[in-house]
């Protein structure tokens, strides 16, 4: 059974701190790799993909690839109440066969002001 | 505006009556998915179509039913075998059929509340 894994949390930063949230996967052949952010009631939001091994920084965001490791994770710089939601990783399966994803669990993350 | 719209948002049914979800996308995109989402739990995969007139199932297709007969739409229908059919359903789209990267980014639509009592 592929898997992609998260701690649930809730993961509690204060404001204006660094959020880490991890997520570990057990696909080998895995290549795409997506962050997608849930507000309570709502659909998910896609807010960061990577592809290679190494950083990638969109704004607040960053997105941090080690497929030796098979260990993606996103750092939220300058945590803001606002980014009070959950996080899901969600992981290309197949080799690329098909189009499916493998979604975690998510991980809460709690911003206190 | 480009996106993915599901109607209803919210709908109520009674126990042994089939109800249909709505999913349109104007994305263009090639592939498009059903997912269910329970309290507490992940989004499990229930049907999934890389291309028009062709779909598969998912983890949990018991009790479900789609169809692809054009691009833009790919309607669920939660049938009386569903056992547990209360969820928040979301249908999401991609655009490529295979590829690498970007092909596989999906995007969902604000998600139908189903409660069936």
């Known amino acids: 059974q592929k898997e992609v894994e998260q701690n649930s949390g809730p993961l509690s930063v204060p404001e204006g701190a660094i959020a880490s949230l991890n997520c570990t996967y057990s696909d080998r052949v895995s290549q795409s790799f997506f962050w997608y952010r849930q507000y309570s009631g709502k659909s998910p939001e896609l807010i960061m993909s990577?592809?290679?091994?190494g950083d990638k920084e969109d704004g607040r965001f960053t997105a941090q690839l080690n497929k030796a490791s098979q260990y993606v994770s996103l750092l939220i710089r300058d945590s803001q109440p606002s980014d009070s939601a959950t996080y899901l990783c969600a992981v290309n399966i197949d080799g690329g066969a098909t189009n499916k994803l493998i979604f975690g669990t998510g991980t809460l993350l709690a911003v206190q002001p | 505006d480009g996106g993915i719209t599901q109607s209803p948002k919210y709908l109520f049914r009674k126990e042994g009556q089939n109800v249909t979800l709505s999913c349109e996308q104007n994305?263009?995109?090639?592939?498009m998915y059903w997912y269910r989402q329970d309290p507490g739990q992940g989004l499990r995969l229930i049907y999934y179509?890389?291309?028009?007139?062709?779909?598969q199932k998912g983890d949990i297709a018991e009790g479900y039913s789609v169809s692809r007969e054009k691009k833009e739409s790919f309607p669920l229908t939660v049938t009386s075998a569903q056992k547990n059919p209360t969820a928040f359903y979301l249908c999401?789209?991609?655009?490529?059929?295979?590829?690498?990267?970007?092909?596989?980014?999906?995007?969902f639509g604000p998600g139908t509340r189903l409660t069936v009592t």
């Open positions: 994305l263009n995109h090639d592939a």
């Open positions: 990577i592809y290679s091994n």
């Open positions: 179509s890389q291309i028009v007139n062709d779909f």
């Open positions: 999401a789209s991609s655009p490529g059929v295979r590829g690498i990267g970007p092909s596989y980014e999906q995007y």
